[in-house]
Each structure stands twice: as C-alpha cells, then as structure tokens.
C-alpha cells in the first residue's frame, strides 16, 4: 500500500499503519455499528498526524481547518476507536499522546527506534498554542539544515521552555539519543553536569572519566560525533549574568567554553538551549550550523485560544489591545485571564476599563531575579526609560542619567539591554527612539521607582 502523497505520510516509516487501519476498522464497528465500513480519509489523515507527534492544532494548522473542529472530531471518533482497540475504557483519554503511547505500547510501531531518552527535568506540555512557523523553522534548522548549536531566546514566560519540549516530542526519532537538562538558579557545576550527561549517552560504562573540564569537553564531543544525539539544556540565562566580556558569572564561565567548541567543532549532533539573554559566546559563531531564534510573542489568532479556554467575554478590538499589552506572553495571557474570569466574570472590556497594567506573579519573580543580576549602569537606564511616558533617543536618554559614563559604555549597556529582551527600539521619522514594554515598565518603577 502507498502512502507517500498523503498529509503526513511520514508516518509509514515508524507505524504499520495497514495492520492498524484495518483493527481501527474493527473497533469502529463496535463503537459505531451504523457508522461507514472501514475509516475515512479524515480519520486516516488524522491519525497519521498523531503518530507523527503533531497535536490538534498543528494537525488543523496543516490541513487549513479550525482547531476546534479537529478536536471535536478526534472526541468522536478515533479517540472512541482506540479506547476500544487497546481494551480501555470510553472517554479515557487525557491528551492526545495517549494515543501515540498506548498504540506504541500494542505492538503497532515497526520502527522501534534504538534510542535512549532522558527528559530529566522537563515539564509536561499538556496545553501549547500557536508557533506553527516556529516549529517548522526549528524543525528545518534541526532535521533538514543539520545545526550544531540552536539558542531561543525571549523574555521570561514568552514559551521557550514550551517550544523546546514541542519540537523535542516531534523529531525525537531523528536521533539516537535525547537529552534535557535543566539549569536551576546556582547551577551545579559544569564537570557535574557534564559527568551526568556523559555517563547517560555512554550507556553508564564510562567509569574512568577525566577531572578536568576542558577533556570532559572533549569527551562529550568524541560522543556527539559518534552518534547523534539531541542535547537541550533549558534556562541558559542562570549561568549568565556577570560583567566579564561574555557575562557569565564568577564560576561559570565554563559554560560558555562549553557552548564555543559545541559550535566550532564537526559532530552530527545538536545542541539547543533556551535563554532570556543572548550568549555572547555565539555571536562570532552564527552561521549556517548556529542559530537563533529570538521567540516573540503570540499572534493574534494563538493569543485568543487563550481567551477562549478560559471563557472569557471579548470582542476584537478588546482582545487585540489586551494582547498588545502584554506582547503576546502567554504565561502572562493565562494568568491575567484567570483574574479576569475571577473578577469581571470573564469581561475584559471591564477589565480594560481599570486602565492599569496587572503583572502576575510568576513574571515579578522572573524580572526581579534578572534586574538583580544587572550592573547598576543597566539599572538606571531601566529606571530612566521607566520614569518617561515617551520613548527616548539615545542622546536624550544618556543626558538623563546620573552616571557617568563615557559613550562607548552607555552603547555598550544599552545594546546589552535590547540583547536581553529588557527594551524596545522603533523608528520614528528617521530616528531610533527606546522604551519599555509595559509590563517591564510597572516592575521597574515598582522595584526601583523614583
């Protein structure tokens, strides 16, 4: 049978997929006796696209359908079918990779990869929105364009993390091994991290590794070049942070020797991080084998999934100034739609009747943490912009300050402000003007105000 010129026909190469149309078949009958014999194209094509690790967003993003009709159509039928081909009861699934795990784990997958995987500390990625583009871009840059090194970085809640699991469910059969590792605030030291990774990709049998860093650097190198292997390590930005040329901090700046011959060494590996700052290390390295990828917020489309998820009341134009204000960061979106379905009963005209920015928890703690690492310089340009109703151009914004600090300095922190995603720059009738996101602007003044 042929399947090479259907949607997601990619899946014939790890699913015997003739061998579960047929027993689908069979439990469609059961389920729905009167139903059509055998399944229809739709139901084929969607469960190709589950099998190929694609959610029913993406699924609906693909084939040009509404997400919410996929969903409804998935509850009715092959969810129903699969419940009753794996012996389990009906309405029992949790989450579309229920589907992939229970029809892996009876017999269907013919291409058991030989690989090992450690999500570590991964989160679990149950609800996910939009970054359709995204994920193919990242998907090219990894499968197709083969890159050493893939940095994404963005502002705190922006979805990096998110992303990072998304596209690690989806290519994970690409690789012999998959590795995550998280980096906590005060992470351990590198030789740790590297003597854990090391030992998981050699099986364990690695018993006589080097003390030093820089061969343990080599050692993980010899591994990326023998197999191919998808290392993420999450949270970049907490190694980061120091006033040294590449700001690591005191203590870590082995990291970034880390990241350097990751990206200027040959290996058929890959190695993606997400930050809230960009690693300097990378700059003179970005090429063909080295991107970034800076996430930026939702659209408008991914924003109102949002919305409609947590049944709120909005119109359009509401719903645009609502996501404009706070730049489409979906753990921002969430949060605030939780207090307005607490406070308004959903309303967010009502809402935006208050006319003041409301910043979740989740993103004080994140921006306090990074303001506190920032030098004092970075601090005041931040409690300049902040005092100001209007952007500022460069040489009005340094006449502000206090400091001072010579030209080249003040450039210096303000390139390294825009690079962590602190500012905003646009350009009006000829001339750079700077300012701050909202949110940014309603911590800075509440943490530094005048």
């Given at each position: 049978m042929v399947f090479n010129q259907e949607p997601f026909s990619e899946a014939v190469n790890n699913w015997d997929l003739e061998r579960l149309y047929i027993d689908l078949a069979a439990a469609k009958r059961e389920f729905a006796p009167r139903a059509r014999?055998?399944?229809?194209?739709?139901?084929?094509?969607?469960?190709?696209?589950?099998?190929?690790?694609?959610?029913?967003?993406?699924?609906?993003?693909?084939?040009?359908?509404e997400p919410g009709g996929i969903q409804v159509d998935l509850s009715r039928t092959l969810y129903r079918y699969i419940e009753r081909l794996t012996n389990r009861e009906e309405n029992t699934v949790q989450n579309w990779r229920d589907i992939v795990n229970w029809l892996e784990a009876a017999g269907y997958r013919t291409n058991q990869p030989q690989q090992r995987v450690d999500w570590g500390e991964a989160p679990e990625v149950s609800v996910?929105?939009?970054?359709?583009?995204?994920?193919?871009?990242?998907?090219?840059?990894?499968?197709?364009?083969?890159?050493?090194?893939?940095?994404?970085i963005g502002m705190g809640g922006i979805g990096k993390t998110a992303i990072a699991v998304r596209i690690a469910e989806q290519i994970r059969d690409e690789?012999?091994?998959?590795?995550?590792?998280?980096?906590?605030?005060?992470?351990s030291p590198l030789s740790e991290i590297l003597v854990n990774i090391i030992s998981f990709l050699s099986d364990e049998q690695?018993?006589?590794?080097?003390?030093?860093?820089?061969?343990?650097?080599?050692?993980?190198?010899?591994?990326?070049?023998?197999?191919?292997v998808l290392l993420i390590l999450d949270s970049w930005e907490t190694v980061m942070g120091g006033d040294g040329a590449e700001r690591y901090q005191a203590g870590y700046e082995k990291y970034g020797e880390l990241l350097r011959r990751i990206a200027q060494q040959n290996h058929q590996s890959c190695l993606v991080i997400t930050s809230q700052e960009r690693p300097e290390t990378l700059t003179s390295c970005e090429g063909e084998t080295v991107r970034l990828w800076k996430l930026e917020g939702l659209d408008n489309v991914a924003a109102t999934e949002i919305f409609r998820t947590a049944n709120l009341e909005f119109?359009?134009?509401?719903?645009?100034?609502?996501?404009?204000?706070?730049?489409?960061?979906?753990?921002?979106?969430?949060?605030i739609s939780k207090m307005i379905q607490e406070l308004f009963h959903g309303g967010v005209t009502e809402f935006l009747r208050q006319n003041t920015i409301v910043v979740p928890p989740p993103i004080q703690m994140v921006l306090k943490q990074r303001f506190e690492r920032l030098p004092?310089?970075?601090?005041?340009?931040?409690?300049?912009?902040?005092?100001?109703?209007?952007?500022?151009?460069s040489d009005t914004l340094r006449s502000r300050m206090s400091s001072q600090v010579s030209n080249s300095e003040f450039l210096e922190q303000l390139y390294s402000l825009l690079q962590r995603s602190f500012i905003e720059k646009y350009c009006q009738d000829g001339t750079v003007l700077f300012t701050l996101q909202p949110v940014v602007r309603k911590c800075v003044n509440r943490f530094y105000g005048r």
């Open positions: 014999q055998g399944l229809t194209e739709v139901e084929r094509t969607h469960l190709r696209g589950l099998l190929c690790c694609y959610n029913p967003a993406e699924i609906a993003h693909r084939l040009n359908r996910f929105y939009g970054r359709h583009t995204e994920l193919e871009t990242l998907k090219q840059w990894i499968v197709s364009d083969r890159c050493r090194v893939i940095a994404i690789f012999e091994y998959l590795v995550w590792r998280s980096l906590p605030d005060n992470p690695s018993t006589d590794l080097p003390n030093n860093i820089d061969d343990l650097i080599s050692k993980l190198l010899n591994v990326l070049r023998q197999h191919r119109g359009a134009e509401d719903a645009t100034r609502l996501i404009d204000m706070y730049r489409g960061n979906p753990l921002a979106l969430i949060h004092e310089w970075e601090r005041e340009i931040l409690r300049c912009l902040a005092s100001e109703a209007t952007p500022l151009d």
